[in-house]
C-alpha cells in the first residue's frame, strides 16, 4: 500500500486528548527500542513521521499518525525500559491502558518483538493481557537483518514456541515484510468497515 498522505494527527495523554476520528486505528506495542517508530516509519514510507528516539523510553505520549483516511496508526509509549522510575512504569500502565481499553476504533495490534533476544517475562505477560482482552494481534519479530538467515529462522521458531503464533520477520533497513505486513494490515480494515 502506498500512503500519500501520512501525518501526525495529535498527540495525547489522556481520553480527552484523543482524535474525534472514526477511522480504524492499529495500535503498536513493544518494549522501548525495540522498533515501533522505525516500523510505523516504514510502513508510512517516510523516514521521520514518527521520530526514532537515541534515547529509549522517552516517549511517554500516546502518537496518532493518519494513514491517508485509511487507518490511524497508535504509537504507545514503550513498556519494560529498565531505567524507568516507579512513576514512570505507573504512568505508562494507565495511559497504554487506558487506551487499550477504552477505544471503540481500536482494530488489531501489532506486537513487536526484537529478533534477536528470546521474549522476556513482560512480553509474554503484554502478550497473555492482549489476548486475554481479545484483541487481534499481528506479532513483528523486529530488526532481521541484524541476524543471519539461519538464525533468524531459529530466532522465530523460538517466538513460535513461546507465543504459539508465527511473527513476521521485518527489518526497517531493508524494507523486509513490509509487503507482508501492509496485507495483514489492509484486511483489518477491510474486515473494520463491514
Ligand atoms: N538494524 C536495525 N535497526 C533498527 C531497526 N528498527 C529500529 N532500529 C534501531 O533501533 C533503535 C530504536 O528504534 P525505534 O524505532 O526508535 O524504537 P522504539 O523505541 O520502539 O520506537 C534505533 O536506533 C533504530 O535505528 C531495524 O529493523 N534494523
Ligand atoms: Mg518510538
Given at each position: 500500500m502506498i500512503i500519500t498522505n501520512a501525518r501526525l494527527i495529535t498527540t495525547a495523554v489522556?481520553?480527552?486528548?484523543?482524535?474525534?476520528t472514526t477511522a480504524p486505528e492499529i495500535a503498536f506495542v513493544g518494549r522501548?527500542?525495540?522498533?515501533k517508530s522505525s516500523l510505523i516509519n516504514a510502513l508510512a514510507g517516510?523516514?521521520?513521521?514518527a521520530r526514532k528516539s537515541a534515547?529509549?523510553?522517552?516517549?511517554r505520549v500516546i502518537n496518532f499518525f493518519g494513514m491517508d483516511d485509511a487507518v490511524i496508526f497508535v504509537d504507545l509509549p514503550g513498556y519494560g525500559?529498565?531505567?524507568?522510575s516507579k512513576k514512570e512504569i505507573v504512568s505508562w500502565g494507565r495511559m497504554a491502558e487506558g487506551y487499550l481499553k477504552s477505544r471503540?476504533?481500536?482494530?488489531?495490534i501489532v506486537f513487536l518483538l526484537?529478533?534477536?533476544?528470546?521474549?522476556?517475562g513482560d512480553d509474554l505477560k503484554m502478550y497473555e493481557w492482549l489476548t486475554f482482552y481479545g484483541y487481534k494481534i499481528i506479532t513483528v519479530a523486529t530488526?532481521?537483518?541484524?541476524?543471519n538467515q539461519r538464525e533468524a529462522a531459529a530466532s522465530l521458531k523460538s517466538i513460535k514456541d513461546a507465543l504459539g503464533v508465527s511473527a513476521t520477520a521485518f527489518s526497517?533497513?531493508?524494507?523486509?515484510g513490509k509487503d507482508e505486513l501492509w496485507e495483514a494490515i489492509n484486511l483489518i480494515i477491510r474486515q473494520a468497515s463491514r
Open positions: 489522556e481520553k480527552n486528548g484523543y482524535p474525534d522501548s527500542n525495540v522498533g517516510r523516514k521521520a513521521l534515547a529509549p523510553g522517552k516517549t525500559y529498565a531505567k524507568a471503540k476504533q481500536l482494530k488489531a526484537d529478533i534477536r533476544r528470546a521474549p522476556t530488526k532481521s537483518d541484524k541476524l526497517s533497513v531493508k524494507k523486509t
